[in-house]
């Protein structure tokens, strides 16, 4: 029913403005570093909007957990039930402070990792490690990082790295203030490697409603631009 009404809502004319509860799903970082500071505009913008943001690095079940739409970082599988719209590509940046990188050295090549301490990712989902990934030339290499730190967030890993603790790879956006702040410093930029785009999803059984579309235009528009340029 609510389904049906929103689809009569956004044919009507002088009801199209987004409107009723959205509930959607991001990733921790993502609404900390991303969403929040723009989320003014965004309330101010649909006053007849109630958003309820559920945070959580996991791929939860849109249909069972009643949210409208999620942003995800991740591959969606061929066979999902699940619509995707594409926001963005992104990259892995491989990043350290700048007071690491004087008392360690900074790294020219990916065998040089091993020399230093590297912040480890546990996937939320499986709890193993996740290998680092670089490209260059087309050719794509993986490293498998050692280090005295495990966190099983990318928004943590990039806090540590600021920290002076050591070495990260994390998606670009969730550091981006920090390299604009001069906190982190990139390294093996000839070897950046592209990570899952950044989409909006939503169940393929859902019209999509104007407040889905809404907030998905909102997303794309608010994504950090190129942070190396």
């Known amino acids: 029913m609510r389904d049906l009404t929103e689809a009569e809502e956004s044919l009507s004319s002088g009801k199209s403005r987004p409107r009723g509860k959205l509930r959607v799903s991001t ?4 609404v900390r570093m991303i969403f929040f500071p723009q989320l003014p505009r965004f309330l101010a913008r649909y006053p007849d909007l109630e958003l309820e943001v559920v ?12 949210i409208d739409c999620a942003v995800r970082g991740a591959h969606i599988a061929d066979d999902s039930m699940l619509v995707a719209r594409h926001i963005t590509n ?3 940046l491989t990043c350290a402070s700048p007071e690491y990188l004087r008392k ?3 790294p020219k090549r990916i065998d ?3 020399g230093h301490n590297c912040i480890r990712f546990m996937s939320p989902s499986t709890g193993r490690v996740n290998d680092w990934h670089f490209e260059k030339d087309g050719k794509r290499a993986t490293f498998t990082p050692r280090g005295n730190l495990s966190v099983n967030g990318f928004e ?5 790295a600021a920290f002076g603790i050591g070495v990260a790879q994390v998606p670009e956006p969730l550091v981006s203030p920090a390299v604009r702040e001069k906190r982190l410093k990139p390294v093996l930029l000839d ?5 899952p785009s950044l989409q909006v999803v939503y169940p393929s059984n859902r019209y999509l409603s104007a407040k889905v579309r809404a907030f998905a235009d ?3 528009e608010i994504f950090p631009k190129d942070i190396l340029k």
Do not use: C, Q, Y
């Open 27 to 30: 990733p921790h970082g993502f």
């Open 55 to 66: 945070m959580s690095d996991k791929a939860v079940n849109l249909v069972e957990e009643g």
């Open 90 to 92: 992104v990259r892995w």
């Open 104 to 106: 360690h050295g900074t």
């Open 112 to 114: 040089d990792l091993a």
């Open 156 to 160: 943590a890993a990039g806090a540590a």
């Open 191 to 195: 070897h950046i490697a592209p990570a």
């Open 218 to 220: 909102f997303v794309a």
